[in-house]
Nanobody
Framework: QVQLVESGGGLVQAGGSLRLSCAAS????????MGWFRQAPEKEREFVAA???????YYADSVKGRFTISRDNAKNTVYLQMNSLKPEDTAVYYC?????????????????WGQGTQVTVSS
């Protein structure tokens, strides 16, 4: 089993920044994709960003140019740097992991999930 522990959520004003972290432990293996999803109240969980083990990145159109995903393979940790935050970014953010080379953007394709961390952006 893989365990994902998230941190870094909080309250920020519009235009501000936050950095989320997700540390993976357990049976992680060396090759995997890690992604970030978010879910606002009464909304579907949506894809935000993903990164492959080799460093390839993929972003949702809504966050391109504002968010940056990165990973430290030695620490089995993925980061999401969020800049120029908007009120519509407010959601619970979830870290996810899948043992694959191909990046998936559907939540159902990820096998492991963190507990979620709340990000609130005030206007």
């Amino acid at each position: 089993q893989v365990q994902l522990v998230e941190s870094g959520g909080g309250l920020v004003q519009a235009g501000g920044s936050l950095r989320l972290s997700c540390a993976a432990s357990g049976r992680t293996f060396s090759t995997y994709v890690m992604g970030w999803f978010r879910q606002a109240p009464e909304k579907e969980r949506e894809f935000v960003a993903a990164i492959t083990w080799s460093g390839g990145t993929y972003y949702a159109d809504s966050v391109k140019g504002r968010f940056t995903i990165s990973r430290d393979n030695a620490k089995n940790t993925v980061y999401l740097q969020m800049n120029s935050l908007k009120p519509e970014d407010t959601a619970v953010y979830y870290c996810a992991l899948d043992h694959t080379i191909v990046v998936f953007t559907a939540a159902r394709d990820y096998d492991y999930w963190g507990q979620g961390t709340q990000v609130t952006v005030s206007s």
